[in-house]
């Protein structure tokens, strides 16, 4: 096979994401899993071919795509364990119990239906940053292995489902699940069948259309449903997924939704009970009650970039045992394997719910409620976005104003703070404001807008 351009869109911070026969096709994912396995043979034992996990969720296309993608990985050697359709995290679970060299999982994640990617890890490690760079260079050079691997399957959900079980409590909750119609969907049923309590399923039919709502459970929109069953059922919370399982949105019994800072605020609880001053990590868009609430439990906060890939890869550097996003990522590297499982994270909530002893309403109503803008998008070209962000940092750095640089711009002010930066997956800015008062977010917002007048950018509406 010849080197292959990949389309430069495609390649994110943390994973490969395009639109399928646009800027990513059948020809693309071949040559992607030629390369792979080209990257991995250098890490595996000399004379032992490469062991590459391989899974996929529920959109149309990710059959013929995976399709592809595994024959680009025989053909250049190494040996492929195919689990089928199901949640990213069962993937990685695949790779950690099969002793895999690798695994990649084909997905679109919460993007809209005519996207998808690929999500991989290699040697133990998410492959993000640099290693889709190299990976990019050797498709484009055609520097490929050859070989001729073996393909064989395995039905790891049982064992995945059981290992999910070992963090079940006894306490019998009434709970709505929401599972999009996304990938996550026959491993639920197959879990909660199993929890004492009472359990509602919806939209647990893979389907990638996703009849009901799309995937993501950031948007408030996309949890109407949920919300309504909620209260309608009087369930003790509701917990819904994106697309591939990764991604946790929460409920509580009178409806209200618990963005991801907040839950992980709550988890802390348990986590530094019983680890005493260990370093819970933080998206750079969570607000300030997350990281006051970790210190104020005794441990040590530490904010750090938007990514899944990247903030696994901090917890491993650094030895944290839970880490969160406001997307909904929330990673255990307590008493669980350091990757992002929802699933996994709502039977952590369960548990802690029962050892409160006290509603997930009441639990979170301890928590401060600052005044917030939602997450803004607004688009900028790929090439000009993360210029902005400097131009802006460079702009508050001459004025002498407090912030952080970590991943964009995170203003700090006795009001609040701002945030602006650039997404690593979209051609878009991305403006947050919280303060501790309306009149305070009024003023945050202004600061805000008068950073963004440049000569090529519309301040957002907020």
């Excluded at 996994?344 to 548990?351: K, N, Q, S």
């Excluded at 964009?408 to 947050?432: F, H, I, K, Y």
């Amino acid at each position: 096979m010849s080197g292959r351009t990949l389309d430069a869109t495609v390649l994110g911070a943390y994973d490969i994401r395009g639109i399928v026969g646009e800027t990513l096709t059948g020809a693309d994912m071949e040559a992607i899993g030629r390369g792979f396995a080209t990257v991995a043979r250098t890490r595996a034992p000399v004379g032992k071919a490469p062991l590459i996990c391989v899974g996929r969720d529920g959109r149309l296309d990710s059959p013929v795509l995976e399709e592809h993608l595994v024959e680009g990985l025989v053909a250049s050697g190494a040996d492929v364990l195919r689990i089928g359709l199901g949640p990213t995290p069962m993937l990685y679970f695949a790779v950690h119990e099969r002793r895999a060299t690798g695994g990649m999982m084909v997905t679109g994640s919460h993007n809209p239906p005519a996207y998808n990617g690929i999500k991989m890890v290699l040697g133990g490690k998410p492959f993000h940053g640099e290693d889709i760079g190299t990976l990019a260079r050797t498709v484009a050079a055609g520097a490929f292995a050859e070989g001729a691997g073996r393909v064989t399957q395995d039905d790891i959900a049982p064992a995945y489902v059981a290992r999910l079980l070992r963090e079940a409590c006894d306490d019998a909750f009434t709970v709505a699940w929401d599972a999009g119609n996304g990938a996550a969907g026959a491993v639920l049923a197959a879990l909660v069948e199993r929890l004492p309590g009472r359990h509602i399923l919806l939209n647990a039919t893979v389907d990638g259309t996703f009849p009901a709502h799309h995937p993501d459970p950031t948007v408030a929109g996309n949890l109407a449903q949920l919300m309504e069953t909620v209260r309608a059922e009087r369930c003790d919370l509701g917990v819904a997924f994106d697309g591939d399982g990764d991604r946790i949105g929460v409920v509580d019994g009178t409806g209200e939704i618990l963005w991801g800072d907040r839950i992980v605020a709550l988890l802390a609880r348990e986590v530094l009970r019983e680890m005493p001053g260990a370093t819970v990590i933080g998206d750079v868009k969570a607000s300030r009650v997350l990281f006051d609430e970790i210190a104020r439990l005794g441990g040590e906060p530490l904010m750090w970039c938007t990514g899944h890939s990247l903030i696994k890869a901090k917890m491993a550097e650094v030895g944290a045992p839970l880490a969160g996003e406001m997307s909904g990522h929330i990673f255990f590297a307590d008493r669980y394997y350091g990757f992002d499982d929802a699933l996994y994270a709502a039977l952590r909530l369960l548990r802690l719910i029962a050892g409160e002893g006290r509603s997930l309403a009441a639990l979170g109503a301890e928590l401060p409620r600052p005044a917030s803008t939602p997450e803004i998008r607004f688009p900028c070209p790929h090439g000009r976005k993360f210029q902005v962000a400097d131009e802006v940092g460079a702009r508050l750095k001459a004025a002498g104003l407090p912030f952080s640089g970590i991943d964009g711009v995170r203003a700090e002010s006795a009001d609040g703070w701002w945030l602006l930066r650039a997404s690593n997956t979209q051609p878009m800015l991305v403006a947050r404001c919280e303060a501790g008062d309306a009149a305070a977010l009024a003023r945050l917002k202004a600061e805000l807008a008068a950073q963004l007048r440049l000569s090529d950018v519309t301040p957002p509406e907020f």
